[in-house]
């Protein structure tokens, strides 16, 4: 499923559940946690809103219900836009700050902040000169202007510098200014659910004039659609350079909480535009040299709802110079305030109705309130770099797969049971920050809540704490910035270095282990450690700091709603419970959150609002002051041990279960083992021994089955953190085909009762839907492919299990039309198909779309005179798989509905679908005939050859062995490239976001998932159809996407972490249009090859389906409820490959013999040779088919296998 979900969709207030109701808990009364959260300061000029903290960050900017601004920075945070003055003098190039927490940084006096009415206004001097920012909008825009701002509106800031009285300034210095505007013209909900995904479909151009130089435009594509929102920005006295991209803007040493890089390059070399998952507006003003009478530069923003023209015309509007000055004369002005005047506003005026409001980063008036927080001014505890030997002592055992960096230093390595050793220059070399999402209970049933929290190496203990439902439910903050930038997010610790605060930040090594994350920081002779771990048996995370010697630490703690909770503290810590009117409390009552540490004091975030030497013992205690923070602190010892719990059956639970991790600590090796072991359980037992290619799967299988199961329980990811539902076809492939891979039938069983619940009486059913207490949100409209995943998943389940009592089984429908059994529920799935055909054909309809999300029609013609060839090919395989085992069952009738639907299908493909030899990917029904889309003939999309319809056709067996060599070919040649085969052979068109034929394909200026065309689920069904097949190439394309090994396999791939599962390979193309034009740069023999990186971790399907592949296929063991088929698919240089697995509740060892012919399957059991029938499959020798009986108890088995059974390429 890739649409985020929506915190604001509508909840079922009638609760059926009977939890004990936090209310009626008698002890400390809850007060509203969100009482107290932090006010912001405002200008608002019609539409216009500009807030900001009170330390003058910019916390929003919005206009009417679009927000403009792409994070939300808290009162804890320093804002990630803002002002920088630079000064170059020769090589040298010193720096400033102007706005926000930061503001005079380095400079000679206190920097002021003031907010009016009308202005927002930063002031200070440094560098030798006074400065002082202003922001204001733009009233009475002028006509050139005007036309391009709509219904819009206009700000500009103005930053002016003057010397210092008395002082002089080298006349031969330059001076520029640096701005910075993240990006995200979305609705409000939207632009917080995933500021990736919003950032994906920003699509940026930049034109140069002779007037103010680079003028940027940027227009959000997809999430306000069909209005395309636009936003335009120069530098009225001339912009020398730009950036459209935070990672370029910042770079990864922001991790470390230094400065911007971009600060530090003269002239970012002209600037260029990126299109990745930061948007930003980043300008670089021309230089100037300065007299006494200083400089001036105005930055000018205009905001369009809706512009439909081109973006160049945009850009080109600011080309005038009248236009300009009319615009800078249209500001709002006021009387300046003295400096007299700001001192005392700031001492006396009220937060929430404040005319002036003053505050000084440095020092502050006495009544002026609180200095800003450590977290946004702290420096960063980085730790040293460890040496190798160093490195590997972290984790005892052998050091397997090592990844070595420059000058041959050790990055990362792994060691037993699958512990994954990342240095913290690694850290700083990946795009994608390490992470890992933990998951407590250690129970495999979406019936039972699991606590979920994710981790981060730069100092992210814990973040996205969420029992149950990762949206409704969630309590503690995500970690939305990549690059670590705003630091109060989830659970961050403060440690006094030589009387400072400091934010422990990256660190030496960062330890993954399947059930805890572990960071060691080396600073001197200090040691600080911190392991979490998520506990087995019971919802509790367990997180302990230890030093190597006493300290003062604090442990802060983020909550991510804080109005939506409410508080209690507890003896040693506090309790939360969603507030009387949540969409929580309405579903879970019961549910509660707790809080207790050893060795600390639980307080208020006052202790955050001193400065970095104050004594954190004078904090006061009770609710948080200014944001949703609370913080245990600690004084002059070597541990703090916090306790996380939570529960659904009311406070005491969470309680109970915090004070008894509490006061009876955990085993963290016994409980790291236990993770090890359920994993194992799980996943049978599977591993290869010895030290060949194989042995990689080792490392791959336990983190692929944790990925799965985070994706099946805890619906979310490290960078799609919003989540929570199921997905109708997701589940249906991911969790269900690992479930039948490793035999679990019953919880197979499980979800295709849930499916059908959800399933609609008129035989549709949702595209995602929440499977637990928050039923009723679902998405009704779905991609004409979705009724056909149950049929499928139906004739795999029934074909594995042997299970036809569940055709009896009664389950609802989801529109509350009574309930029928899962044979009518199925009955009515092929009426739906029925009654939805093409017009004038047989043919099921293509609807909303099909698998590819990016290919959503863009007509509305075209979602019923269209058909999916991928969706038919699939429709055919459900449709005889489930005939076959309805008629096992004795339902005749039914089944013989299902296989005229095949022969229908079967009698039109190579006369609508095929033509001139090659799969159409989509077909047109007109009056003037079958039409094909994406196709060699193809002149309007430009797009010839489309991946899933050509693999799925194989798999299904709707080619004839010539057709499945010809399709072959036209895969080798035109999709496959080194880091996998990609879903067409080239990009849909673009043109900056307009959508002609295709929703997002057409959108997205991102070159990345879907869009960049290697998405790792397709590329899994292609090594299915290669299993199909009978290739021995199979083993190859699986580990070509095996994160484990891939540094070392594939030259231009960027590097990643290692041990988790990416949904993508993207291109490392910077626009859409470079990708246009330079395609053929991922060819692996091209002289300018392109970089790929991974895309978004953890979250998908993918893991389970790529198990089922190594499981069935591979090592060829398709366990069935009383049966075996075995069937390998392996290389001749595989011969000798021995695994252990448990088969039918014994451990047995099988060594793999591959001969390089056509050997049919041969096995021996303790060397007895065992007799039964081979499949029969279309394109090869099937497999041999035994009985589990014939097994017996049998340790020893030996499959002999050729290399060479398929008939197709002989």
């Known amino acids: 499923m890739n649409d985020a979900m929506n915190m604001n969709d509508a909840v079922n207030t009638n609760s059926e559940h009977t939890d004990t109701d936090n209310a009626m808990d008698s002890q400390t009364p809850w007060t509203s946690w969100g009482k107290t959260v932090e006010h912001d300061f405002h200008i608002d000029e019609g539409e216009l809103h500009l807030a900001f903290n009170p330390f003058g960050d910019i916390r929003s900017i919005r206009v009417g219900d679009i927000q403009i601004s792409q994070y939300q920075p808290s009162v804890h945070d320093s804002a990630i836009s803002g002002m920088w003055l630079r000064r170059r003098h020769g090589s040298d190039l010193a720096v400033i700050p102007l706005t926000g927490t930061h503001a005079g940084q380095s400079g000679e006096s206190a920097a002021q902040f003031v907010c009016s009415e009308h202005c927002a206004r930063w002031s200070g001097q440094g560098l030798g000169v006074r400065w002082e920012v202003t922001l204001r909008p733009i009233m009475n825009v002028p006509q050139g202007i005007a036309d391009l701002s709509g219904k819009g509106c206009s700000w500009v800031w103005n930053a002016r510098i003057k010397p210092i009285d008395g002082s002089s300034v080298d006349p031969d210095d330059d001076w520029d200014l640096v701005s910075a505007q993240d990006v995200a013209l979305a609705p409000v909900e939207q632009a917080l659910t995933s500021e990736p995904y919003i950032s994906q479909y920003v699509a940026f151009h930049e034109e140069r004039n002779d007037t103010s130089g680079s003028v940027v435009s940027a227009r959000q594509t997809m999430s306000c659609a069909p209005q395309l929102p636009l936003l335009v920005s120069t530098i009225a006295e001339g912009t020398a350079a730009y950036l459209t991209d935070g990672f370029d803007f910042y770079g990864n040493q922001a991790r470390l909480g230094s400065e911007p890089q971009a600060l530090r390059d003269a002239d970012w070399s002209g600037g260029h535009i990126n299109q990745y998952e930061f948007a930003m507006i980043a300008l670089l003003s021309q230089a100037k040299r300065i007299d006494k009478a200083g400089a001036e530069w105005n930055q000018i923003f205009v905001f369009n709802p809706d512009y439909r023209g081109e973006m160049a015309d945009a ?31 700031a001492g006396t005026a009220s937060p929430t109705h404040a005319s002036h409001v003053a505050h000084s980063s440095h020092e502050t008036h006495p009544d002026a309130g609180h200095p800003a927080s450590l977290l946004a001014t702290a420096r960063g505890i980085n730790a040293d770099v460890l040496s190798d030997e160093q490195l590997r002592s972290l984790v005892g055992g052998s050091i397997i797969s090592p990844e070595y960096g420059d000058h041959s230093r050790l990055l990362s390595y792994f060691a037993e049971d699958a512990t994954h050793v990342v240095s913290g220059a690694k850290e700083l070399a990946v795009a994608r920050s390490h992470g890992q999402v933990l998951l407590s209970g250690g129970e495999f049933d979406p019936e039972l809540p699991v606590l979920a929290a994710t981790t981060y190496a730069p100092g992210v203990f814990a973040s996205h704490i969420v029992l149950g439902n990762t949206n409704m439910n969630r309590l503690v903050s995500v970690q939305r910035n990549a690059l670590n930038l705003l630091r109060s997010q989830g659970i961050r610790i403060l440690v006094r270095l030589d009387g400072e605060w400091r934010v422990l930040q990256v660190p030496s090594a960062f330890i993954m282990h399947l059930g805890g994350s572990r ?11 911190v392991m979490t771990t998520a506990n087995v048996g019971d919802n509790g995370l367990d997180i302990r700091f230890t030093a190597s010697q006493p300290v003062e630490a604090m442990l802060t703690v983020d909550i991510e709603e804080p109005t ?14 969603p507030a009387w009117d949540s969409a929580a409390f309405k579903q879970y009552p019961g549910l509660s959150y707790a809080f207790e540490a050893e060795h600390a004091q639980c307080g208020s975030d006052d202790a955050l609002f001193a400065d970095a030497h104050a004594d954190v013992r004078k904090a006061s205690s009770g609710l948080p002051q200014h944001g949703g923070v609370f913080t245990f602190t600690m004084i002059d010892r070597r541990e703090l041990h916090l306790a996380v719990t939570a529960s659904v059956s009311g406070a005491q639970e969470a309680q109970d279960l915090a004070d008894r991790m509490i006061q009876q600590p955990i085993d963290i090796a016994r409980v790291l083992q236990e993770h090890n072991r359920r994993i194992a359980g799980f ?8 030290t060949g290619r194989l042995s990689e799967f080792n490392i791959l299988i336990p983190w692929f089955v944790q990925n799965a199961l985070v994706h099946f329980l805890s619906p979310h990811g490290l960078e799609q953190y919003s989540g929570a539902a199921w997905g109708t076809r997701d589940v249906l492939q991911g969790p269900l085909e690992m479930e039948l891979a490793f035999g679990h039938f019953s919880g197979a069983r499980e979800i295709l009762l849930k499916v059908f619940a959800h399933q609609n009486s008129d035989g549709s059913l949702p595209q995602w839907f929440m499977f637990d207490a928050y039923s009723s949100m679902y998405q009704k409209d779905a991609h004409g492919d979705i009724p056909v995943w149950p049929l499928m998943a139906m004739g795999e389940y029934l074909s ?28 009515r799935i092929l009426s739906y198909i029925e009654n939805h055909r093409v017009p004038g054909t047989k043919l099921f309809s293509y609807g909303n779309g099909d698998w590819d999300d990016t290919l959503q029609p863009a007509q509305e013609s075209m979602k019923k005179n269209m058909a999916s060839s991928w969706t038919i090919a699939l429709l055919h395989q459900a449709s005889l798989m489930l005939a076959s085992q309805l008629k096992s069952a004795g339902l005749a009738e039914l089944a013989a509905r299902f296989v005229a639907e095949a022969e229908t299908i079967e009698a039109a493909f190579p006369k609508d679908f095929i033509l001139d030899d090659v799969i159409a990917g989509y077909v047109n029904f007109t009056e003037q005939g079958p039409q094909p889309i994406i196709h060699p003939t193809d002149k309007r999309t430009g797009l010839q050859y489309r991946l899933i319809p050509m693999t799925r056709s194989i798999i299904s067996g709707l080619l004839t062995p010539a057709q499945v060599e010809g399709h072959l070919r036209l895969i080798q040649d035109n999709l496959h490239y080194p880091d996998g085969v990609r879903l067409m052979n080239k990009p849909a068109r673009f043109a900056d976001g307009v959508p002609l034929y295709f929703k997002r394909a057409e959108q997205a200026a991102n070159v990345g998932r879907e869009i960049g065309l290697m998405y790792t689920h397709a590329h899994i069904r292609y090594s299915e159809a290669l299993a199909t097949l009978g290739k021995d190439s199979l083993v190859d394309e699986l580990l070509r996407i095996s994160p484990v090994g891939q540094f070392s396999r594939l030259g231009t791939s960027e590097i990643r972490q290692r041990n988790c599962y990416f949904a993508s390979s993207d291109a490392d193309f910077p626009d859409r249009y470079e990708a246009a034009r330079d395609w053929d740069r991922l060819r692996g023999d091209t002289e300018r090859p392109v970089g790929v990186r991974g895309g978004w971790r953890v979250y998908s399907s993918g893991p389970g389906i790529y198990l089922r592949q190594l499981v069935q296929h591979v090592f060829g063991l398709q366990i069935e409820a009383a049966r075996i088929v075995i069937d390998p698919v392996l290389a ?21 013999h591959v001969r390089n012919d056509d050997t049919p399957v041969i096995v021996l059991a303790d060397g007895k040779a065992l007799s039964g029938n081979y499949q029969q499959l279309p394109y090869r020798q099937g497999g041999l088919v035994l009985d589990a009986a014939q097994l017996g108890d049998a340790k020893e088995i030996d499959v002999t296998v050729g290399a060479k059974r398929s008939t197709i390429g002989r």
């Open 564 to 577: 939506q909770w409410y508080a209690r503290s507890t003896e040693h810590g506090v309790i939360f419970a």
């Open 519 to 529: 960071w060691v920081y080396r600073i001197g002779e200090l040691v600080l450690d």
């Open 315 to 345: 850009s080109n509007a600011f080309a005038e110079v009248d236009t300009l000055e009319d615009v800078l004369r249209s500001c709002v002005s006021e009387p300046e305030p003295d400096t007299e005047e700001i001192a005392r506003s």
């Open 1132 to 1152: 001749v240089e595989d011969d000798g490959t021995s695994i252990g697995v448990r088969l039918f509740g014994a451990e047995r060892s099988i060594r793999y």
């Open 683 to 690: 996943d049978d037992e599977l591993h290869v021994d010895g």
């Open 800 to 827: 594995a299990s042997g299970d036809y009592d569940i055709l009896s089984q009664e389950q609802p429908f989801l529109d509350d039309a009574g309930k029928a059994t899962v044979i009518q529920h199925l009955e």
